[in-house]
């Protein structure tokens, strides 16, 4: 199936730090990609959808200027949390449906563990 | 926008009995509905979907179902394995465009041996 590769796969940092987080769709092009956030023993919750060449659409509650999205080519999404505090510590994970828009199986990369101190 | 329930949240079944996990949709528009499988820390893996232009999909000892008409669908797992054990979710979506998967909050099923 389709790949999806999510990096850095843990990450612990300072509160008052930025932190990025990178997805790539390696063998296929996703104009969409989805940011999900996951706290320990809940569900996924969708943050926002990162579109190429354009602004990111955010999910009510989620704080545009704290979570950066940028979606600069076909196979690159990143999530940046500025000023990253305690409470931001939770496992990100950014997916995108291959196989055309709307019809094909999402995928997911293998998430990101943020830790912040 | 749509909502996802999913019951139970937990689930405890013996080795070679069946699980069955239910879940409940709101948006009537709402036409993919796939399952994953969730390990600790690991990322959500897909097991199977079903689509809304049928009513039952099988594959091996996993089914899946879809009323329509009521807004629910269900998992099955048969002959439950140790290896089974894992947190399930239920999700959907409209998928039209690039709409995204709204999840249900999951199930953990813990396979007794």
């Known amino acids: 199936g389709a790949v999806v590769s999510q990096h850095p796969s843990r990450v612990i940092c300072k509160s008052g730090t930025s932190v990025k987080i990178e997805c790539r769709s390696l063998d296929f092009q996703a104009t969409t990609m989805f940011w999900y956030r996951q706290f320990p023993k809940q569900s996924l919750m969708l943050m926002a959808t990162?579109?190429?060449?354009?602004?990111?659409?955010?999910e009510q509650g989620v704080e545009k200027d704290k979570f950066l999205i940028n979606h600069a080519s076909l196979t690159l999404s990143t999530l940046t949390v500025t000023s990253a505090h305690p409470e931001d510590s939770s496992f990100y994970i950014c997916s995108a449906r291959a196989g055309g828009a709307g019809t094909g199986e999402l995928f997911f990369g293998e998430g990101s563990r943020l830790t912040v101190l | 926008g749509e909502n996802v329930e999913q019951h139970p949240s937990t689930l405890s079944v013996q080795e070679g009995d069946s699980a069955v996990i239910k879940c409940t949709y709101s948006d009537s528009a709402s036409n993919y509905f796939p399952w994953y499988k969730q390990e600790l820390g690991k990322r959500p893996q897909l097991i199977i979907d079903?689509?809304?232009?049928?009513g039952e999909k099988k594959d091996q000892r996993i089914a899946v179902t879809l009323n329509k008409t009521a807004k629910h669908f269900s998992l099955h797992i048969t002959e439950t394995q140790p290896e089974d054990s894992a947190v399930y979710f239920c999700a959907a979506t409209p998928n039209s465009g690039n709409t995204p998967l709204v999840f249900g909050k999951g199930t953990r099923l813990s396979v007794i041996a």
């Open positions: 990162s579109n190429e060449g354009s602004k990111a659409t955010y």
């Open positions: 079903i689509r809304s232009n049928v």
